[in-house]
């Protein structure tokens, strides 16, 4: 089985965020820059399909040179080659195509991703690459077993869970509970010295026309300061809460 | 009358669970009512399998295109985008409006690509322009905004839960039921079984929600925040530390990595407040947290604060809703 996980860098959750350029362009000095925290669940489910039904794990990443410490960091957990298709990711849709060539060029059975990225949280570019190849299509993946070709997934959906049979060729978009977090790996010395080693091929992109494109950024409004109300003083509370805030 | 230009009418599927709108389908609904005014254009509004879609012409739906079909009795993200592509062609719809449902951002990004259209996700407002065509949407873990011009002629908008409102708008709505074509190469992904926890408001669907943390000591804690939560209505949910530590279910963790929560009301109770737990409850309207240290960060994001120990004040805070409640019912 070859499997591909996509890999988005993202800014640290904790990062402090700021636009420059009147406000057209994210500013990323100071900012730490992580593997979308999604995109390690399904990582390291790739890792359980290498050791226990000997997959091949490619990793890849649609960036600039930047990005590379993440696909080697990719590397030191495990995954046996990386691909960066060298380009600035524009929108969902122009990534997807990206991804989309790569898997057809590639000949993978599994695309795992997390299913959305930390920073816009959009859950496009599973569901985009999945129409775009054709492949079956299963977001919101909290558990998965591969037997053959046939695929077992259960997804979470409102209120509860949906065991849902499929089969490869297969895009997974993948959350929480596909491992759970005490499973998540951090690499280890030993995977970082072989991680050096390991190919990290850079490819050219294929050229689209964005369907989107960024304008501007805002941050919200400031909010005012925290009302605060006694502790033997609930009354106050409930009074804010129905008069004021008009949520009860 | 004023003139329409119904070829490029605004289409909303307006989704329904076991034939029930949710108050989404309301919000979707009103939200593409407003983009049709202001395009000069016709709303169109999909139902599938849904019991009185009548419903939704209180909220502006002029047309109502109904589809009833048992193959689409169960959501499947491939068939119902499929659905709505082919309502789109009978309707020469140019903009579809999903909600941001589990099930809505499953089948959005297949819509995209079925119409070759345009997706933003997340979007919280009407098109501050639509010519060009430009949506505002949610950015860096809701700590920001974008606005994102949509350049293609088709565009699919994926609306953040609780961030237009539900507008009512009564009109008298043209219903016409929809024949789809529906073919197995849609049903890849084949449902087997659905696991559902009844009577239990989900945090999805939940206009209050009330969450707790490591601050309550120990899951034999928990009866209070249920009781919390059954006065008020109200879903449960917690921190990721109490998750990890198996004092609660997963499915109730939220924040980053856990379940978005964009309610009316949050009460966080002796939750801190991590930026990873602010990431995913900040859409919430207004929130509350209760907790003993005044130097958590969560006094920084909420509206409303009392600096306190949770097993002092949740029990009284019970008792006088109560009271409200009775009060006011």
Not at chain 1, 34 to 52: A, C, G, H, Q
Not at chain 1, 90 to 105: F, H, R, T
Not at chain 1, 177 to 189: F, K
Not at chain 2, 128 to 142: D, E, G, H, W
């Amino acid at each position: 089985m070859k499997i591909l996980v996509c890999i988005s860098h993202v800014p640290d959750t904790t990062s402090k965020i700021n636009f420059t350029d009147n406000d057209t362009k994210f500013d990323t000095s100071g900012v730490q820059f992580v593997i979308n925290p999604y995109d390690e669940f399904v990582l390291t489910r790739s890792m359980w399909f290498k050791e226990r039904q000997g997959a091949s794990v490619t990793v890849v990443n649609v960036g600039n040179a930047v990005t590379e410490p993440t696909l080697r960091k990719a590397l030191a957990i495990g995954a046996d080659d990386a691909i960066r298709v060298n380009t600035e990711p524009v929108d969902g849709m122009s990534v997807a195509k990206e991804l989309a060539e790569i898997v057809k060029n590639g000949g993978y059975d599994l695309v795992l991703a997390g299913k959305e990225s930390s920073d816009y949280n959009g859950q496009m570019v599973p569901g985009m690459l999945a129409a775009l190849t054709d492949f079956n299509f299963v977001n919101g993946c909290v558990g998965m077993e591969v037997d053959g070709t046939n695929v077992t997934a259960t997804r979470e959906i409102d209120g509860g869970s949906e065991t849902v049979a499929t089969s490869l060729p297969l895009v997974v978009g993948g959350q929480k509970g596909i491992v759970e977090e005490s499973h998540l790996r951090i690499p280890n010395m030993r995977g970082i010295m072989m991680a050096r080693k390991k190919p990290l091929n850079v490819v050219e992109s294929v050229s689209s026309e964005n369907a989107t494109s960024s304008q501007s950024f805002e941050k919200p409004a400031p909010k005012g300061a925290v009302k605060l109300v006694d502790a033997d003083n609930v009354d106050e509370l409930i009074s804010l809460l129905h008069n004021e805030a008009k949520v009860i | 009358m004023t003139f329409k230009n119904i070829d490029m009418s605004v289409l909303v599927y307006a989704s329904s669970t076991d034939g029930k709108f949710k108050k989404s389908a309301f919000e979707v609904v009103s939200y593409g009512k407003k983009v049709a005014e202001q395009l000069g254009t016709n709303v169109v509004a999909l139902t599938i399998n849904a019991n009185d879609a009548s419903e939704l012409q209180n909220y502006g739906a002029e047309t109502i295109v109904t589809v009833s079909n048992d193959q689409l009795s169960v959501f499947n993200a491939k068939a119902y985008a499929s659905v709505v592509k082919q309502v789109a062609g009978a309707k020469g719809a140019s903009i579809i409006v999903v909600d941001s449902s589990i099930d809505g951002l499953y089948l959005g990004p297949l819509v995209s690509v079925a119409l070759n259209a345009g997706y933003v996700s997340n979007v919280v407002a009407a098109p501050s322009s639509t010519s060009p065509f430009i949506l505002k949407r949610k950015a860096f873990s809701n700590k920001g905004f974008n606005n994102t011009e949509v350049s293609t002629e088709n565009k699919v908008i994926g609306l953040a839960k609780n961030s237009y409102g539900v507008h009512e708008n009564a009109v008298s709505a043209s219903t016409e039921s929809f024949d789809v074509a529906i073919s197995d190469a849609d049903f890849g992904v084949k449902s087997t079984a659905i696991e559902k926890a009844t009577g239990k408001v989900t945090i999805a669907d939940a206009d209050v929600v009330v969450s707790a943390g490591r601050g309550l000591k120990g899951p034999e804690n928990w009866g209070m925040i249920e009781e919390l939560a059954e006065v008020l209505g109200a879903a449960t949910a917690c921190s990721k530390p109490v998750s990890d530590l198996g004092w609660r279910p997963h499915a109730e963790h939220v924040g980053q990595t856990g379940k978005p929560v964009a309610s009316n009301l949050y009460i966080a109770i002796g939750i801190s407040g991590a930026i990873q737990h602010l990431a995913g409850i900040n859409a919430s309207k207004v929130k509350v947290v209760i907790n003993t240290d005044p130097e958590a960060p969560f006094f920084k994001a909420a509206d409303y604060g009392i600096v306190g120990d949770a097993f002092e004040v949740v029990p009284q805070l019970i008792s006088k809703l109560k009271d409200f409640k009775a009060q006011n019912s």
